[in-house]
């Protein structure tokens, strides 16, 4: 493939998608290619380069891994031990889950904690403020019976950086990884974004037309609280550095065995668009016969998707600025990539045929703190909308990401329980709902998620 064919179809892809602004790298050969597509600031525009920065969300959570990796190979943290050992002042909403969940129970998300706390008091933004609030937290699961994607838990885990250390999670996470990585583009502070090239995320008003996303990132820059979860900030260029150092043997950071252990399965994920399993922190995935480990991020109007495969020295990144397309942007590149590139084709399951009965039984609102999910049958389709509550978009004093509207599903063959987006920004997302002892569906998982049935809503 051609650096020309792979930018024909980043710029195609982008117009299809409305996309102001993107940026995508692949490492194959040992080579890297880079395409840019737009500008940063329709208002103030500057060609996208492959330095441009983006807000990179929950692929920040790779760093946060790696540097407790490192800190448990210098005998400082042990991923086997109580997260009390390094957080003794840790209250959770159970007590078994705060004595009892491990470090590495974070690094996998089976530490039993939703997904993350938000809401209109955001204390003075910090780690500590973070973790002290952390006992209003809904618990899901005893420690270690499920997988359940949580940024709670990762900024739990930056914590344990920062008590183990004794400096600031960003410090710490520049000093024991990105600098020895050489990663010179990422960043976590607004300071250290305004001085370079970045982009703008975009929003679509009612009519269509596009507005400037606020805050830039997920959250208002003075909530240091979300970072190690999801407050980075890079370039294509430095994220394909960052796959070069995965894919390589440590470089002194990291014993190899060790780096690579992040890639080895530790817990199996059911009927997710993101995975099979997750390693260290990687989502693991098999794409016809090409075994991948990667990592995306959503934030307010700005995507990102790092997909590595270890196996062919071969990594892929798209960086994109429009809520919600930009999602579905970076997922089209990615599959051609692995396509074009390594001849992994990856194909959505066909869903069976609407079934009334089923879908009355599904049908209801499921939630997790911050976000409903609608589950409707019209007696013709099933559908999903997924969307933050009223109430929280209300506190906000910024913009929050777009609601997901009413789009079809339908379920899939086997046991009934396992369902497929079909069509709108969702397009491809997999999941499945949960049942209790007697049979009643009390949850439905969607990207890595588990919602929770409101029995007064259902």
């Known amino acids: 493939m051609t650096q020309e064919q792979l930018a024909g179809f980043v710029e195609a892809t982008a117009e299809e998608f409305g996309v102001p602004g993107a940026a995508v790298g692949v490492l194959v050969g040992g080579r890297e290619i880079h395409v ?25 959570k790779t760093f946060t891994a790696t540097a407790l990796m490192r800190l448990a190979a210098e005998g400082k943290v042990d991923l086997d031990a109580p997260v009390r050992r390094y957080v003794p002042e840790l209250r959770l909403a159970d007590e078994r889950n705060a004595a009892e969940i491990t470090v590495a129970n974070l690094l ?8 993350n706390l938000i809401g209109p008091d955001t204390g003075d933004g910090s780690l500590a403020a973070f973790v002290a609030k952390m006992a209003e937290l809904p ?37 024991l990884i990105l600098e020895p990585a050489g990663l010179t583009d990422t960043v976590f502070d607004l300071d250290d974004v305004v001085v370079r090239r970045f982009a703008v995320g975009y929003n679509r008003d009612e009519d269509g037309a596009l507005h400037p996303a606020r805050p830039w990132k997920a959250n208002p820059a003075d909530q240091r609280g979300n ?33 690579h252990a992040m890639r080895e ?35 307010n109007a700005q995507f990102a998707e790092l997909v590595i495969a270890p196996d062919h020295d071969f990594a892929v990144v798209s960086l994109s600025n429009l809520g919600p397309d930009g999602y579905q942007f970076n997922q089209a590149v990615v599959r051609w990539a692995l396509e074009h590139y390594l001849g992994a084709v990856e194909h959505d399951p066909e869903p069976v045929p609407y079934d009334e009965t089923r879908a009355r039984e599904v049908a209801g609102r499921y939630e997790i703190d911050a976000m409903n999910l609608d589950i409707a ?73 588990i919602f929770g049935r409101d029995p007064e809503a259902s």
Not at 108 to 115: D, F, K, P
Not at 275 to 290: E, K, N, P, S, T
Not at 397 to 417: K, V
């Open 36 to 60: 840019a597509h737009g500008v940063t600031n329709l208002d103030h525009p500057l060609p996208i380069d492959e330095h441009t920065l983006f807000p990179i969300a929950s692929a920040t």
């Open 108 to 115: 996998n998300h089976t530490a039993g904690l939703e997904w």
């Open 377 to 449: 049958t019209d007696g013709i389709a099933l559908t999903l909308a997924v969307g933050i509550k009223p109430e929280i978009r209300a506190a906000s004093e910024g913009d929050m990401p777009e609601d997901y509207p009413a789009a079809t599903i339908g379920f899939l063959p086997g046991d009934g329980d396992e369902y497929i987006v079909t069509e709108g920004g969702l397009k491809g997302q997999r999941g499945f709902f949960t049942r209790d002892g007697s049979g009643t569906i009390v949850g439905v998982d969607l990207a890595g998620r």
């Open 265 to 299: 399965q530790t817990v199996e994920l059911r009927a997710s668009t993101l995975g099979d399993g997750f390693g260290v922190c990687w989502f693991l995935r098999q794409v016809g016969d090409v075994a991948t480990i990667g990592h995306g991020g959503s934030g």
């Open 227 to 259: 970072n190690p979860g999801g407050g980075g900030v890079s370039s294509v260029s430095d994220l394909l550095r960052w796959a070069r150092f995965h894919l390589g043997t440590g470089d002194g950071v990291l014993p190899t065995e060790a780096l």
């Open 139 to 175: 618990i899901i699961a005893p420690p270690g019976a499920r997988a359940s994607y949580s940024q709670a838990g990762y900024n739990l885990a930056g914590y344990v950086i920062e008590k183990v250390t004794g400096l600031p999670y960003e410090k710490a996470v520049a000093s």
